[in-house]
């Protein structure tokens, strides 16, 4: 089962990866989340790291394009006329763990141990001042995702006792989702480019590894607002994209500072349901999720740029002592 999951994941980063790219720059971005990246705390959604290859602005008729047309044609999405479109690879890995790591077997009310190994692709259209997102992420959640290896092997490196509860972990299974999401940037002052504004968002995520709607809306006063829709981040989260637009950045150093914040019905969520088939430890979910997030984009003309966010969410499951509090940064560039 493990091979069969490690196949999956490679063979899906493998068939985008063959598909027809633009000769001209790509853009990078490696996004790291950790609850002890600004605080020391290592419980609940505890890492998570996710590495994007963003498209430049795809060619009318390329493979990509056409891939946008035949989505548009069977269904309501990327109706609108479409100033550019874009494509993004992505491969990541999400750990969890209960707040006690010392226990074992773990505490049966705590959030379980898990894992979670995935990638996939994203379409993106802006229409100006708006952004769709259609993703699919595939891959598999269980000991096939090498979350014991990632968390107790860099403890081990630092220095600190290992998670002792790793055997009582998610089973192995496949994981698909599949999500779409809509951004809106609506100036509130400034020209678009330059001031303020807030980009509101609607969503819905189905799949056996996530299912919700979502809800949100984030804040931006700073200048470069019109190359991005917000900052990039692990599902599920206040949303970003990979999307960026570097004709709408600014040659040198320029930014905007953000808060936002988002709700999510939750239908679904294997690392509190356990597994879809299979028996496994578990804890009753709460249905309504919230998050808000603070932060700063940084760019270093349309070459570069930096995230710094801080994000306090609500208790997940019955039984959460404290809302979890998470650290992010990223980094993007163009290679």
Known sequence: MRDQGLVLVLGVVLAVALLPAPAVADR???????????????????????????????????AWDRLFDVVAAHSPIFAAPPTE???????????????????????PHDRPYAGWLYGGASLLQDSGRSLENLELDLGVVGPAAFGKQVQNDWHQFIGIAQARGWSRQLQNEPGA???????WRVPLVGDGTRGVDVVPQLGAVVGNVFTYGEAGALLRIGGDLGADYGPSRVRPALDGTDYFDDANAADGLDGYF?????????????????????ASP???????????????ALYWSAAVKLDLSVVLRTDEFAGQRTPDAIGTASVAFAW
């Open 85 to 107: 479109r874009r494509y993004a690879l992505f491969l990541g890995q999400s750990v969890f763990t209960p707040e006690n790591l010392t226990r074992k077997p773990p505490d």
């Open 177 to 183: 989702v599949l999500a779409y999401e809509r951004f």
């Open 28 to 62: 990078l971005t490696v996004l790291e989340e950790n609850d002890s990246l600004y605080f020391h705390t290592d419980k609940h959604y505890t890492q998570g790291l996710r590495i994007d290859d963003l498209s430049p602005a795809l060619a009318s008729g390329d």
């Open 258 to 278: 953000y808060l936002g914040a988002q709700g999510r019905v939750v239908g679904r969520n294997i690392f509190l349901d356990g597994n879809s088939f299979r």
């Open 282 to 296: 578990s804890v009753p979910k709460k249905t309504l999720v919230a998050d808000l997030e603070g932060g700063m």
